[in-house]
T-cell receptor, first 114, second 116 residues
């Protein structure tokens, strides 16, 4: 079974500041890991994913995440926040095989102050 | 094709009524998924189809819920005898045929159900 823990239901940053959204996972098999973004009244959009290979993955809109097996973490970062980054972010894990049904975390709401 | 579409976007109903939602996936995608998202939570898997076959169902999918995907195209999700606890956002996603690896799921905008 897989599970995801997102630390902090809300994260508040100033425009231009570093964004760090935390995600820890639990999986009995090698995981695939994902970050999704959800804007109000919209569906989820994939930001980035880790499946195999390089542990630092780059996604859209300047976001990146690093898979750290020893820490069972997949934190999302962006060097400089923009007002348009304000949204809900979800970390998800799926097993590397089978139906690839993801298990989502509870989400972190990113608030960006001018 | 502009993406996954869902209809209606919003539905308000009274407890005990039946409701049906529709999802139109991206045309070349053979996999279709349904999720439920309640306030303050991430999406929870309900069921998925590969073509017209329903391959997996979550324990969340009680006997009041039924999903179909006739001819492997659009899908419907019906909830019978709705309860207030059914109030949620119902998300649909689709993905292309898998060649043995993961394929990205593309999500629709969701149908928000409110049961009074």
């Amino acid at each position: 079974a897989q599970s995801v823990t997102q630390l902090g239901s809300h994260v508040s940053v100033s425009e231009g500041a570093l964004v760090l959204l935390r995600c820890n996972y639990s999986s009995s098999v090698p995981p695939y890991l994902f970050w999704y973004v959800q804007y109000p009244n919209q569906g989820l959009q994939l930001l980035l994913k880790y499946t195999t290979g390089a542990t630092l993955v780059k996604g859209i809109n300047g976001f990146e995440a690093e898979f750290k097996k020893s820490e069972t973490s997949f934190h999302l970062t962006k060097p400089s926040a923009h007002m348009s980054d304000a949204a809900e972010y979800f970390c998800a894990v799926t097993r590397s095989g089978g139906s690839y049904i993801p298990t989502f975390g509870r989400g972190t709401s990113l608030i960006v102050h001018p | 094709d502009t993406g996954v579409s869902q209809d209606p976007r919003h539905k308000i109903t009274k407890r005990g009524q039946n409701v049906t939602f529709r999802c139109d996936p991206i045309s070349e995608h053979n996999r279709l998924y349904w999720y439920r998202q309640t306030l303050g939570q991430g999406p929870e898997f309900l069921t998925y189809f590969q073509n017209e076959a329903q391959l997996e169902k979550s324990r969340l999918l009680s006997d009041r819920f039924s999903a179909e995907r006739p001819k492997g195209s659009f899908s419907t999700l019906e909830i019978q005898r709705t309860e207030q606890g059914d109030s949620a956002m119902y998300l649909c996603a689709s993905s292309p045929r898998s060649s043995g690896g993961y394929n990205e799921q593309f999500f629709g905008p969701g149908t928000r159900l409110t049961v009074l």
